[in-house]
């Protein structure tokens, strides 16, 4: 048995994905602020190229941004953690989001155990709103846990992996299929 590894997506691909993302993603969006929180670890790259484009799309909104330590999976999708870790700063601690949108942003929706673990962090501190971005849905959850704004939907055979190669994790921006265990 040999892998096999598929390009799914390229760096000009996603370029356009991500653009689309940050368009569907202002929609939502009203004059009050913004909080990008990035799932490290790609989301973290990820949530930096939506506020890049969302500043651009919306001057005028008040964006901030920070990056959450969160882990259940390795990258090849085996379980690390059967209760999702998630790992806050002390400042991420006392933050309060209050009169505030808080977007979270991650590159799979695979199950939503993480995605969901950070909707209940988020919900302890109190936002007005809060949405999830991915840059792919795997269309598998097994919690009722669905994203806002998706890139791509990929559903593939359960043994196959989606690697996001994200900068500056991977040097090029791109989205692989993987499949560990080709005949």
């Known amino acids: ?3 096999q590894r598929f390009r799914a997506y390229t760096t000009q691909d996603l370029d356009a994905v991500m653009e689309r993302m940050a368009r569907q993603l202002s929609m939502r969006l009203d004059a009050h602020p913004v909080v990008l929180v990035g799932v490290l670890r790609r989301g973290a790259p990820l949530a930096a190229m939506l506020h890049e484009r969302l500043a651009k799309l919306r001057p005028e909104l008040a964006i901030e941004r920070t990056d959450l330590k969160v882990k259940r999976y390795g990258d090849d999708l085996t379980l690390l953690h ?12 006392e933050v309060k989001f209050s009169g505030k949108r808080v977007v979270i942003v991650d590159d ?3 199950q939503g ?3 969901f673990r950070v ?9 007005l709103s809060a949405h999830v971005a991915v840059l792919v849905d795997r269309k598998i959850n097994a919690l009722p846990v669905a994203a806002d704004v998706v890139g791509a939907t990929l559903q593939i055979a359960p043994g196959d992996v989606i690697e996001c190669n994200v900068p500056p994790y991977e040097p090029e921006f791109a989205i692989d299929i993987w499949r560990p265990h080709a005949d």
Not at 82 to 93: G, R
Not at 119 to 127: D, F, G, I, Q, T
């Open 1 to 3: 048995m040999t892998e």
């Open 82 to 93: 059967p209760d999702t870790a998630l790992t806050e700063t002390p400042q991420q601690a």
């Open 108 to 110: 799979v929706l695979y």
């Open 113 to 115: 155990h993480s995605v």
């Open 119 to 127: 909707l209940e962090w988020v919900r302890r501190h109190e936002p």
